[in-house]
């Protein structure tokens, strides 16, 4: 459709954290979150948000490069997993992510690396951001 615009997503997340406890986080569109820190606990902890999203985004990039590459009929799976190891000196960060993907289908080794090279360098808003050097605004009020 010529002129059709696509309805934009909100994004954003609030945490909230009393005197005590651990952070709620809500998204822009409503969704919930606990989040959890004890070694024991299941759940999510703000380290493991940041691979989740890394992964989703590379896991959802990769199906829309298998899509525009023309290949998507021929593709089962794609899952991602992501990890990573904290900087031992300066700020506490990620100083390395390992990622790994899983192509199932049938799909050849460079079909398979020709997907993974766009979902990371092209088209992953989550990577691109992390690969890059964005500013923070922000803003502090009683």
């Known amino acids: 459709m010529p002129g059709a615009k696509m309805r934009e997503r909100p994004t954003g997340a609030t945490a909230t954290i009393g005197r005590t406890g651990f952070p709620a986080i809500r998204s822009r569109t409503g ?68 990622i790994a993907f899983v192509i199932g289908g049938d799909i050849d080794e460079e079909t398979r690396q020709a997907i993974v090279r766009a979902a990371e360098d092209e088209i992953c808003t989550v990577s691109n951001t992390i690969l890059g050097n964005p500013q923070f605004r922000t803003a502090i009020s009683a």
Do not use: H, W
């Open 31 to 98: 969704g919930t979150l606990n989040i959890m820190t004890g070694a024991n606990q299941a759940g999510f902890n703000p380290l493991d948000l940041l691979y989740a999203s890394l992964s989703a985004c590379l896991a959802m990039s990769a199906r829309y490069a298998a899509s525009r590459m023309g290949v998507l009929d021929r593709l089962t799976t794609i899952e991602v997993t992501v990890t990573g190891e904290k900087a031992q000196a300066g700020p506490a960060r990620v100083e390395t992510f390992d």
